[in-house]
């Protein structure tokens, strides 16, 4: 069975740091293309950015919002994802997910909130 | 960066009802596109993959349609399960992208 578990969020104060882990079981971790996705409190889903699996060259890919203040990075041999946040802002509070493609579905977390807030 | 506007945002229907929710992109995507759908307090579920393909174990009710710019989500006949959120996403370029949502609700 695939499972994707998401740690780390809690309460930030705004131009703090944050480090997201997302542990992943039941796939072949070290060959998935892996992404972050985050939903603020009431509004809509928005892509953070992705992780290509090392043999796909392992470069990463972010959206608009969060670049050059977010990090994305995977360790194959924990089977663990990342995401460090830095310079976080109050437009950043949300529930922050990890997802895969895996075989023929699309799985997602449970996910891990995330609230910037003085 | 592709942009998906999805509509409409918000619709009132009865159980029973067709139900048509559309995105458009703002660039060709090809087929790489997928609806979704979401329930307060989940993750996203997704329903149709590759624009037309049916997720498995999603019910025939639910179909998709379209290519390049256009497409569109149809649920044949809405049962008191489909009352949810609903999103479309692209992947086909560097980035994702994901329409607004629209709120299926209870007329």
């Known amino acids: 069975e695939v499972q994707l578990v998401e740690s780390g969020g809690g309460l930030v104060k705004p131009g703090g740091s944050l480090r997201l882990s997302c542990v992943a079981s039941?796939?072949?971790?070290?060959?998935?293309?892996m992404s972050w996705v985050r939903q603020a409190p009431g509004k809509g889903l928005e892509w953070i950015g992705r992780?290509?699996?090392?043999?796909?060259?392992?470069?990463?890919d972010y959206g608009t919002p969060v670049k050059g203040r977010f990090t994305i990075s995977r360790d194959d041999s924990k089977n663990t994802l990342y995401l460090q946040m830095n310079s976080l802002e109050t437009e950043d509070t949300a529930l922050y997910y990890c997802?895969?493609?895996?075989?023929?579905?699309?799985?997602w977390g449970q996910g891990t909130l995330v609230t910037i807030s003085s | 960066d592709i942009q998906m506007t999805q509509s409409p945002s918000s619709l009132s229907a009865s159980v029973g009802d067709r139900v048509t929710i559309t995105c458009r992109a703002s660039q060709g995507i090809g087929n790489d596109l997928g609806w979704y759908q979401q329930k307060p307090g989940k993750a996203p579920k997704r329903l149709i993959y590759?624009?037309?393909s049916l997720q498995s174990g999603v019910p025939s009710r639910f179909s998709g349609s379209g290519s390049g710019t256009e497409f569109t989500l149809t649920i044949s006949s809405l049962q008191p399960e489909d009352f949810a959120t609903y999103y479309c996403l692209q992947h086909n370029t560097y980035s994702w992208t994901f329409g607004q949502g629209t709120k299926v609700e209870i007329k």
């Open positions: 039941g796939f072949s971790f070290n060959y998935a293309w």
């Open positions: 992780v290509k699996s090392k043999s796909d060259g392992g470069t990463t």
């Open positions: 997802t895969s493609f895996v075989l023929s579905n699309h799985y």
């Open positions: 590759a624009a037309s």
